[in-house]
C-alpha cells in the first residue's frame, strides 16, 4: 500500500440533496472505494467502510474490531474515543464484559413476552396523543406535540419514572446528542440525572415491582458477577437517554418520508397490517446517517484494504442499507418491501438494546397514525423544513403538520 493515503471529508448526509439517503458521494465511494480514509468533524482520522457485507462484517467481529472506542465519537466531542472505559460504560465493552450486561438487560426489554407486555401501554399513549389534537386541524409540530412525548412518555412509564421527573434525562438526552457538548460539560448534565436513577434503583432493589428497573436489578443480584449500583444507574440512564430522542427522531423522520411519498401513506391508512413491513423499511432508509466508530485491535485487511491495529473505523449503516447489491432500488421508499436483514439497528452482539421496544412504538404508530388522522399533510413546504445537524439523531428539528379531523380510537 502506497504510503501516502487520500483523505477526504467524511460524508455526511444533506437532506437538502438527498432527503432520505446518504451523501450523494456514497454510492461512488461504495462502488471504487469500498473503504476510504476519511477527516471526521471532530478531529480524528478513520476508515469509512460503506458496502454492506463489509460493514456487517466489521460489526459482527468484536476480536478484529473493538467498541472500546464507543460509537460516535467521530461526530460527537462529548464522547471520545481515546477516554477509558469507566465501570458501566458497557457499550464499549467487548466480549464477556459486554455479555454481562446484555444478560441483565434482555429479560427486561428484549424477549418477545415482554415486550408483548408494553403493547397495551404504547397502544394507549399513542391513542392519547391523539385525542389531544382532535380539538386542532394545525399548524402542528408532530415532533414536538406527538412523536417526542410518545417515546419519552412510554420509557418513562416501562421504567416508572413519574411525569414531573422526566425533565431530568430530557436535558441529559439533549447533551449527549449534541455535536457541540464536550465531555465535562455532558458529565456535568448527567449529575442530577445519575443521582436521581441511583436513588430509584436503591428503592427498586429494596421495594421491587414490575417496571424494567425492577427487573434489571432482579437480574443483577442474581447474576454470576452481580452489578453494582452505579452499572445499574449507568444502564437505566442508557435507555431513558436513547429512548426519548433515537426513537421520536425517526417516527418523525418516517412520518416526513411518508407524506412526501402519498401512496405509501395511503396503502398503511387502507391496511394497517402493513405496519410492521413499514417499520422495518423506514428503519432501513433512514437509520444511522453518520454512522458508528468501532476501533481495530489487530493488523488487519478489509475489502483489500489495510487497517493497522489503533486504527479508527466508521461504518456507514445507511449507506450500508442503500446498497444495491443488496437491496433492489435502495433509494425508493416501498412499506410492502420484503424483509430483509437491514442494519439499522445495527448488528452482532452490540445491537441495539432497545430495538424491540423502538419496532413496537414506530409499528403502532404507523398503524395508528394515517387511520386516525388521514389527511394529515405538511402545513409548510419542504423546501421549509430544517434538519438536525452536528448529531448522530438526524431527522426534521421540527416537523409542521395539518389536516382536517382526528377520527376516534377504535
Not at 432520505?20 to 461504495?30: D, N, Y
Not at 436521581?196 to 428503592?203: D, K, P
Not at 413491513?277 to 489487530?298: D, F, I, Y
Not at 416501498?334 to 424483509?339: K, N
Request: some cysteine; charged content about 25%; hydrophobic content about 45%.
Amino acid at each position: 500500500m502506497s504510503s501516502t493515503i487520500d483523505v477526504i471529508p467524511l460524508p455526511s448526509p444533506r437532506e437538502r440533496e438527498c432527503p432520505f439517503g446518504p451523501a450523494p458521494e456514497i454510492s461512488g465511494l461504495r462502488h471504487d472505494a469500498p473503504v476510504t480514509k476519511v477527516a471526521c468533524p471532530t478531529g480524528i482520522e478513520a476508515w469509512l467502510v460503506t458496502r454492506y457485507a463489509d460493514v456487517r462484517e466489521v460489526l459482527g467481529d468484536q476480536e478484529r474490531f473493538s467498541a472500546r472506542s464507543g460509537q460516535a465519537g467521530h461526530i460527537l466531542l462529548n464522547q471520545p474515543p481515546e477516554a477509558g472505559v469507566e465501570e458501566g460504560d458497557f457499550n464499549r465493552m467487548d466480549s464477556a464484559d459486554h455479555l454481562r450486561f446484555r444478560r441483565v438487560i434482555a429479560p427486561a426489554i428484549t424477549t418477545v413476552k415482554r415486550t408483548e407486555l408494553f403493547r397495551p401501554l404504547v397502544q394507549r399513549v399513542t391513542d392519547d396523543l391523539l385525542d389531544e389534537l382532535a380539538g386542532e386541524t394545525g399548524p402542528v409540530d408532530l415532533h414536538a406535540r406527538f412523536a417526542t412525548p410518545l417515546t419519552s412518555s412510554v420509557i418513562a412509564e416501562l421504567l416508572d419514572v413519574p411525569p414531573e421527573d422526566r425533565v431530568l434525562f430530557r436535558n441529559a438526552a439533549r447533551a449527549l446528542f449534541d455535536g457541540h457538548v464536550e465531555a465535562d460539560e455532558l458529565a456535568a448534565a448527567n449529575v442530577p440525572l445519575y443521582e436521581y436513577l441511583a436513588e430509584l434503583v436503591a428503592r427498586r432493589v429494596q421495594e421491587p415491582g414490575e417496571d424494567v428497573i425492577s427487573v434489571m436489578a432482579a437480574r443483577a443480584r442474581a447474576a454470576e458477577q452481580p452489578l453494582t449500583q452505579l452499572e445499574l444507574t449507568k444502564v437505566a440512564a442508557s435507555l431513558l437517554a436513547a429512548g426519548y430522542d433515537t426513537t421520536a427522531g425517526m417516527i418523525t423522520y418516517g412520518v416526513l418520508a411518508l407524506l412526501r411519498e402519498p401512496d405509501q401513506f395511503a396503502m398503511l391508512r387502507d391496511d394497517p397490517a402493513l405496519a410492521p413491513n413499514a417499520a422495518e423499511e423506514l428503519v432501513r432508509l433512514l437509520s444511522t446517517g453518520n454512522g458508528l466508530m468501532r476501533v481495530a485491535t489487530v493488523d488487519t485487511e478489509l475489502a483489500g484494504t489495510r487497517i493497522a491495529a489503533g486504527d479508527y473505523v466508521v461504518v456507514a449503516i445507511q449507506a450500508a442499507d442503500h446498497d444495491p447489491d443488496r437491496f433492489p432500488e435502495p433509494e425508493r421508499l416501498d412499506v410492502t418491501r420484503t424483509r430483509v436483514a437491514h442494519l439499522g439497528f445495527g448488528h452482532g452482539s452490540h445491537q441495539c438494546p432497545g430495538q424491540h421496544i423502538a419496532r413496537l412504538e414506530l409499528t403502532t404508530v404507523l398503524a395508528t397514525l394515517p387511520r386516525r388522522i388521514p389527511s394529515l399533510r405538511l402545513a409548510v413546504p419542504f423546501e421549509e423544513i430544517q434538519f438536525k445537524k452536528d448529531t448522530v439523531v438526524l431527522g426534521p428539528v421540527a416537523l409542521p403538520v395539518a389536516w382536517d379531523e382526528v377520527l376516534p380510537a377504535g
